[in-house]
């Protein structure tokens, strides 16, 4: 794929910014300022887009509301990963219908990975006839044009067409606060795990140039976000489609020179793509946090290939196990599924066995969803859901355990964590998030909001852990103070 045809020309985005003007406009004609609501399904990937489209959707002049009778337009940004994510969003789409009657001038807009499925948008163009544009993630950066035509037309306007998709930069960005920031530095997939939606709804792959994410981390940075989460569906897979020779662990190091208090995250991460270079950067890197995501899917090999994964058990055990030794700390997660066609009960117990051989700090578990269009959809499934329920069960009890044991052993101790946002408890009112990603339920004022301050872990759950205020606070994070006192090793 030749790089030039990847990226959306400068000029395109002008033209998308004059929509944005001409429909601020059009919305100003109705007499009132005017209200937008942007719900938002499924992934990172899909909030950090959200995130542009509210963007685009204030530089129209709109404010936001969670109310769609109080709204002028509503974007639904949906997913399509498993069956009931997509019957969530026909279900909220379809009580929309009553706020249409209310309001005929209501524009509802339905975008996301649903939207890019021509069996979606075939069933919205006949039966959700208050449904005014349904554009997929491929056409997120035309939005502008998109809502005018629609404003302009009162016809409905599908944009659905799959292409590989583009990258485009320089869109607007509504953050949803001064402490997070999410950075997309690649789109698409092509991995094409046999059960998996994603390749077919978000496109090839395709890697932002390393000099835009640096701007964008560098601004970030400077503007005093304090935790930079890096998004792919495979982050370790960028740079592969670059025509310079940069990999993730290339551009990780590239960032961790930017001076300043945060912290890089990303997700996710394939086992495939993820090796010794990676981890030793991530070792190395102050910056980065010592916390990695590494779906593993299956603990049995067959499975996994089956699934198309590209590794065994032994293979993914081997990567988990050099992580850890230049990274003790390491918290680690994964996602797991169980129940994918033809998985026996003995298949599936291996995947209870690696849980327990890995004791991840937390698992994202999931019952195999048929998607129909993937392989995985075609092959015979014969057990039962009531039995896979009862494996589920089982896999959930074992890493409960787990993560309670794990929880138990942060209480005595002493942690950075960094503040990000009120819980609404009154003896713990504040959130926050160690180095590794534990949540950490904290008392203290909400002044400290942004602020990195050490807890005194008193108390712990199968979810997060409870904290006080240590007595010394607002210090600089790790990296920028090798020989600090704390207990790293806690993060
Ligand atoms: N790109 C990421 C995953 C994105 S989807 C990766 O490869 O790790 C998030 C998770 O949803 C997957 O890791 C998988 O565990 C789950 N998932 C994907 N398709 C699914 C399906 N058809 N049924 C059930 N779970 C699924
Ligand atoms: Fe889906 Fe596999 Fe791609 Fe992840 S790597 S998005 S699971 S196809
Ligand atoms: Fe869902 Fe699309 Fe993300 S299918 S998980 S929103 S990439």
Known sequence: MERTQVVVPAGEIERQRDFIRKTAQELARRGHPPLAVVDTYGCQQNVADSQRLMGMLRDMGCAFTQDPDAADVIVINTCAIRDNAEKKVFGVVGQLVHAKERNPELIICLCGCMAQQESVAKKIKASYRHVDLV???????????????????????????????????????VRESGVKAWVSIMYGCNNFCS????????????????????AEVRQLAAEGYREITLLGQNVNSYG????????????????????????????????????????????????????LHLPVQSGNSRVLRVMNRGYTREQYLE???????????????????????????????DTVSLIEEVRYDALFTFIYSPRPGTPAAQMPDPASRAEKQVWFD?????????????????????VRV?????????????????????????????DLIGQYVDAD???????ALFGTLADSQRVPPCGDRPNSPHDHNAF
């Open 319 to 349: 990567k988990v196990r050099y992580a850890r030794s230049v990274m003790p700390e390491l918290t680690l997660t994964s996602d797991i599924i169980i129940g994918f066609p033809g998985e026996t009960e003995a298949e599936a117990m």
């Open 394 to 414: 089982r896999l959930l009890e074992a890493q409960n355990r787990i993560s309670g044991e794990l929880h138990r052993a942060y209480v005595g101790r002493t």
């Open 240 to 291: 592969k489609d670059l025509e310079r020779s940069m990999d993730f662990a290339d551009l990780l190091a590239e960032i961790d020179k930017i001076p300043g208090d945060y912290l890089i995250r990303f997700m996710t991460s394939h086992p495939k793509d993820a090796g010794e270079k990676l981890f030793d950067t991530m070792a190395r890197c102050s910056h980065v946090a010592k916390q």
């Open 457 to 463: 872990i008193v108390d712990s759950n199968t979810w």
């Open 135 to 173: 554009f997929g993630p491929q056409a997120l950066w035309k939005f502008p044009e998109l809502l005018f035509e629609t404003l302009q037309s009162r016809k409905r306007v599908f944009s659905i067409e799959n292409v590989h998709g583009s990258i485009a930069e320089g869109l607007p960005v």
């Open 195 to 214: 059960y998996c939606i994603v390749p077919y709804v978000r496109g090839r792959e395709r890697s932002r140039e390393p000099e835009d994410i640096l």
């Open 418 to 446: 960094l503040v990000d946002g009120e819980c609404g408890d009154k003896r713990w009112p504040l959130s926050s998030r160690t180095n590794g990603g534990r949540l950490v339920h904290l008392d203290g004022g909400r």
